[in-house]
């Protein structure tokens, strides 16, 4: 996997699916919960991810992401947001189906600013973006 650029990872045990999809379930499960629920509509949804979390989250994972967000590391963390992000994963635990109106919706908002037939020319710059950020990230790996 190295030799291709990409970056191994091990799993303790198997379970069913792989773990970035796993997590990305989880992201979308609320991610369509909060537009399901009127808090906020997917394109306010997606800045929020683009332009706040998943900046972080480019260049480093969760743990090391709360791990800096409180003076005392970790366990200052939980101690300080423990509590109220378990109540949160409380109301989350219902699974929810992405039913049809709401699919709907969220493909309606994502139309009227990318067009079905510009698809393509989108991916093609997501990918050419996502590379640029990968030789950005590979240059500064011994910079931390």
Do not use: C, H
Not at 10 to 31: D, H, K, T, W
Not at 40 to 63: K, T
Not at 72 to 91: H, K, N, W
Not at 103 to 125: F, G, K, N, S
């Amino acid at each position: 996997m190295e030799s291709l650029q990409q970056v191994p990872i091990v799993l303790r045990r198997e379970v069913p699916g792989f773990v970035v999809n796993r997590l990305q379930v989880a992201l979308l499960s609320e991610a369509f919960r909060l537009v399901e629920d009127g808090v906020i509509g997917a394109l306010d949804l997606d800045r929020a991810i683009a332009d706040g979390l998943g900046l972080r989250w480019s260049f480093m994972g969760p743990f090391e992401t709360i791990d800096l967000n409180a003076p005392g590391g970790i366990r200052d963390y939980v101690q300080r947001f423990g509590q109220p992000f378990y109540e949160i994963a409380l109301e989350q635990a219902e699974a929810r189906n992405w039913g049809q109106a709401l699919v709907d919706e969220v493909e309606r908002e994502r139309r009227e600013v990318l067009p079905a037939d510009q698809l393509q020319v989108r991916q093609r710059w997501r990918d050419l973006y996502l590379m640029s950020v990968v030789v950005n990230k590979k240059s500064r790996a011994g910079n931390a």
